[in-house]
């Protein structure tokens, strides 16, 4: 899921670069792992922004439920 989350986050415009897209990619996988951020951090806000783009809000508390995203092409 990490490397599908990167490549929608290039391929929808999101970010303009990979370095970007894996960055907000490896704020998803914390995420995923139970990490709670401090939304009032800079760099918190620039990946929370990027991935509710993609219907992702890591200011909620993960759920499997939550975890809907349609990678459509991106799926192994």
Do not use: C
Not at 33 to 47: A, M, N
Not at 61 to 66: A, D, G, I, L, M
């Amino acid at each position: 899921m990490f490397r599908e989350i990167a490549s929608r986050l290039v391929s929808e415009g999101v970010v303009s670069g990979r370095a970007g897209a894996l960055s907000t990619a490896a704020y998803y996988q914390l995420w995923k792992e139970g990490e709670v951020f401090d939304l009032s951090k800079s760099q918190v806000q620039i990946h929370r922004a990027r991935l509710r783009k993609l219907g992702i809000d890591i200011a909620k508390p993960y759920h499997f439920s939550n975890d809907s995203i349609d990678t459509g092409n991106f799926a192994d």
